[in-house]
């Protein structure tokens, strides 16, 4: 009876190490989904980031011919108002 005892437990025992096993590895499993998801949001931020910086060297152009033209309106404002 007591080799009935000790083989009942082993399997207990080795049933509760497979559960705790099982655990981890799903734990792990969520742990490499969010880190990837974590990896991939931030290769987007930086994608993103470039993109902006693109787009703002694209619109200093603009800004600086609109600055050039409010200067000349402001020369023929003043011109007219002599006038």
């Known amino acids: ?32 989904i969010a880190l990837t998801k974590q990896v991939l949001k931030g290769s987007r931020s930086a994608e993103l980031l470039g993109q902006a910086a693109r787009n703002m060297v694209l619109q200093e152009d603009a800004i600086l ?3 050039d033209s409010l200067r000349k309106m402001a020369i023929i404002t003043t011109h007219l108002q002599y006038q």
Request: one cysteine or more; proline letters at 0%; glycine letters at 14%.
């Open 1 to 32: 009876m007591a080799a009935g005892g000790a083989a009942e437990a082993q399997a207990r025992f080795g049933h509760s190490v497979k559960g705790l096993l099982t655990e981890k590895v799903t734990s792990c499993g969520t742990d490499v």
């Open 65 to 67: 011919h609109s600055e």
